[in-house]
């Protein structure tokens, strides 16, 4: 049976690095950061993917992965313009 002061330490060490998340409010609810960089993320890419339609640029549906690593790169982005800030 563990020891159970050797548990509280550990928590203790474990949890000393989280703070709050960033939180937005959107119409009086508060919505975790991620959460709105991850739709601001698809929506650009749906975006981007219609402009390419739209130019000639998409043709043939490119490689599987293209349009959901485009909204993760887009997300991050996002993420670190709102969230990080640039020096």
């Known amino acids: ?9 550990s928590a203790a060490l474990l949890c000393s690095g989280c703070s709050a998340a960033p939180s937005v ?26 402009g390419a339609g739209i130019c000639g640029l998409h043709r ?9 690593l485009l909204a993760l790169l887009c997300s991050a982005v996002i993420w670190i313009l709102l969230f990080r800030g640039l020096p």
Request: contains cysteine; aromatic residues 10%.
């Open 60 to 68: 043939h549906g490119g490689p599987p992965l293209l349009y959901p």
């Open 1 to 9: 049976m563990p020891n159970p002061s050797a548990c509280a330490v």
């Open 25 to 50: 409010a959107i119409l009086g609810a508060y919505f975790p950061g991620w959460m709105l960089c991850a739709l601001l993320g698809i929506a650009l890419t749906v975006a981007l993917r219609v």
